[in-house]
């Protein structure tokens, strides 16, 4: 059986942890920051972790990368 292909644009936008979930970075934080809130910013720092039908797409195009 031919090995499965990872898809290119996954590989830069999320990541595994150890313990399997996928974390990816939020929306919104590269520029026009002053007219942003604090909090909105702080939060955009510090990503976020996929959930449920986000992440069966993600293992799907990320098939090594989910055991």
Request: no cysteine; proline share 3%.
């Amino acid at each position: 059986m031919p090995k499965l292909k990872t898809r290119s644009a996954f590989k830069l936008r999320f990541r595994l942890t150890a313990s399997g979930k996928v974390k990816t970075s939020r929306a919104h934080h590269n520029h026009f920051m002053r007219r942003k809130s604090a909090r909105s910013l702080t939060e955009a720092i510090h990503g976020q972790y996929l959930e449920g039908s986000d992440k069966k797409i993600v293992a799907r195009s990320m098939p090594y990368g989910m055991k």
